[in-house]
Every structure is written in structure tokens, then in C-alpha cells.
T-cell receptor, first 114, second 113 residues
Framework: ETGVTQSPTHLIKTRGQQVTLRCSSQ?????VSWYQQALGQGPQFIFQ???????GRGNFPPRFSGLQFPNYSSELNVNALELDDSALYLC?????????????FGEGSRLTVL | DQQVKQNSPSLSVQEGRISILNCDYT??????FLWYKKYPAEGPTFLIS?????DKNEDGRFTVFLNKSAKHLSLHIVPSQPGDSAVYFC????????????FGTGTRLTIIP
């Protein structure tokens, strides 16, 4: 069973630039969620995609956007990068299950904004 | 506004003894609670969960207790093993599903051999 994979693992950008982070979901999973984990904090929910549609969004500005593709892989795009966007970005996949499905997380992409 | 709080940033426990990790929440709408474990350079992995209709859930060495009136949950690990050394995150959901999890800030557990 293939797990959740994310790329790149590390990257450095400068303020004002744009970044795209990628995620391949675990086989058989139709839901993907993105979380931001700042240093010393717990993961914060950015948004979730189910069947290629955004299905819930946390308290993040519109410059954070996403896509889910027919093969259930996903992208997180962040425009106009700010210093505070420096964080570990975690992708999690799951099978849509309102009884409480388990999230499977990738290792994350660590973004540094200078 | 920290809706899920883990007030102990770190905890050290002797191998073989019981580890107790605590978590408090403020949002009365939360009805599903989870614990995740995270090793360095890895993503969080699901450990155990409990719904608000229960007050205890057990899985091997891991037991989660929920006290709804106190808005408090705890994770008990017994006996503690060196491989349990990790950061533990408490998380909560308001719709008994896997949408938007609200995480605490984590507790770093160190098991002393």
C-alpha cells in the first residue's frame, strides 16, 4: 500500500514569490487535507478537497489555494509569500467517512521564506 | 484562540511506568477526539480516537479517557516503552468526521530506559 508522499521536502523562497507544493494521496483515498504547522505549534487546518471540490476551509487568506486532480493527487499554492508562511506543510489523505475516518499524513514540505 | 490545549510541553517517564498525557478543550461543539504521534522527520500518525458518546476507549497499551463535563481528555500508555518517545498531539473535530481537525500544540514524551 503506497503511503502519502509530498514534494519537495524542503524549499527556500523569498518574500513575494509564489510556491506550489505537491501531494500524492494514499491509494484508494478520495479526500485530501492540507495543514500548516509553524514551529512549536500544532498543525492548523488550511482546507480539504473531496472529489476535486473544496470541502471546508480554515482561517487562511485567499492567497492559499489548492487543487485536487482526478487521480486524487493534490497541490497547495501560496501566492505573495510572507515571512510568517515559513512552516511545515502537511498533506493528509483519507477515505470520506463521517463516522470518523483516520487521516494519513505525509512527511511534509518545509518552506522557509526569507 | 487556542481551542485545544496541551499545557505540558514535555514529559519524562521511566520505562515500564505509566505515561499520562493531558488535553483540554474549550469548544462544546467538539464531538470526536483523536491522538496522533509524531516522530522527527515524519508526518503525524494516528494513534487512537474517542467519540463524545463514550468516556473510554482502549487499544492495547493505549487508553483514552474523556471527561465531557470537564472538557478534558487524557491518553494513558502502559507500560511505557522507549519507542513511545515522540511528540503527541491531541486533536478534536466538531462533526464526528475527518474534516477540519483542531490540534493542540503537542507534548514531547521521553521514555527513560
Amino acid at each position: 500500500e503506497t503511503g502519502v508522499t509530498q514534494s519537495p521536502t524542503h524549499l527556500i523562497k523569498t518574500r513575494g514569490q509564489q510556491v506550489t507544493l505537491r501531494c500524492s494521496s494514499q491509494s484508494g483515498h478520495n479526500t485530501v487535507s492540507w495543514y500548516q504547522q509553524a514551529l512549536g505549534q500544532g498543525p492548523q487546518f488550511i482546507f480539504q478537497y473531496y472529489r476535486e471540490e473544496e470541502n471546508g476551509r480554515g482561517n487562511f487568506p485567499p492567497r492559499f489555494s489548492g487543487l485536487q486532480f482526478p487521480n486524487y493527487s493534490s497541490e497547495l499554492n501560496v501566492n505573495a509569500l510572507e515571512l510568517d508562511d515559513s512552516a511545515l506543510y502537511l498533506c493528509a489523505s483519507s477515505v470520506w467517512d463521517r463516522r470518523g475516518g483516520e487521516l494519513f499524513f505525509g512527511e511534509g514540505s518545509r518552506l522557509t521564506v526569507l | 484562540d487556542q481551542q485545544v490545549k496541551q499545557n505540558s510541553p514535555s514529559l519524562s517517564v521511566q520505562e515500564g511506568r505509566i505515561s499520562i498525557l493531558n488535553c483540554d478543550y474549550t469548544n462544546s461543539m467538539f464531538d470526536y477526539f483523536l491522538w496522533y504521534k509524531k516522530y522527527p522527520a515524519e508526518g503525524p500518525t494516528f494513534l487512537i480516537s474517542i467519540s463524545s458518546i463514550k468516556d473510554k476507549n482502549e487499544d492495547g497499551r493505549f487508553t483514552v479517557f474523556l471527561n465531557k463535563s470537564a472538557k478534558h481528555l487524557s491518553l494513558h500508555i502502559v507500560p511505557s516503552q522507549p519507542g513511545d518517545s515522540a511528540v503527541y498531539f491531541c486533536a478534536a473535530s466538531a462533526n464526528f468526521g475527518n474534516e477540519k481537525l483542531t490540534f493542540g500544540t503537542g507534548t514531547r514524551l521521553t521514555i527513560i530506559p
